[in-house]
C-alpha cells in the first residue's frame, strides 16, 4: 500500500508540473505574468492572426501574488479560448491595470457576436462558471456584459478586479 500511494503520488506531481509552465515554476508566477500573458496571445494570433487580432495591454509594474497572477492566466485562457470558439470576432483585448490603490483590473474584451442572456449561457459549458468560480475563490466576481453596448454587435466583455495584498 505504501508503495502504491508513492507511485501515486509521484504521478500526480508530475502531472501538475507538466501542466504548469515552466517559466513560471522558475520565476514565480506573478514575476513572469507578463511574459506567459504575452505567449498565449502571440500564439492565438500565430494560429489565427489572419481571422482575428489578438491583442494585449499589461499596464502594471506591480507585484502581483501568485495566487492572483495564475488566477488571471486561467481567466486569460478560458476567456481567448471562448472568443475563438464562440464570438467570431475582429479583435480580442486582454487588458491589465492597477488602479494605483492595490488593485489590478483585468478584462477580455472581443467584438464578436456577444452571449445575449448570461444566466442562460453559464449554463452551456463549465468554462463562464468556472470562471466565475476562481474569481469568487480570491473575494472578487467575474463581471459579464457586451463590449459595445452602443450597438452594432455587442462583442463580450469579462472582467474581474483583485486585490494585491489579502
Ligand atoms: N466570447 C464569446 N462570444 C460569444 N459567445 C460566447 C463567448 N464566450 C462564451 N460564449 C457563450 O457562452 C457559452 C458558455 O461558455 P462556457 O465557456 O461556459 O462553455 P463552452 O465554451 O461552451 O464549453 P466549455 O465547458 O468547454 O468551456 C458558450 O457555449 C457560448 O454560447
Ligand atoms: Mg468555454
Redo the contacts with the bound molecule.
Sequence with gaps: MDGQCQHLQQDIRGLLSRLHPAEARAAGFGVSLRGLIGDLVRSWNDRLGEQTRFALRFETNVDIPDDVALTIYRLSQ??LT??V???R?ANVLVSLADDGNGRVSWSVE?D????GDDSG??Q??????GMRERAWALGSDLEIGPAQPAGGRPG?RLAAAFLLAR
Design positions: 478560458e476567456a471562448n472568443s470558439r464562440h464570438a470576432a472581443d464578436g457576436t456577444g452571449i449561457s453559464l452551456l459549458g463549465n468554462g463562464l462558471a463580450l
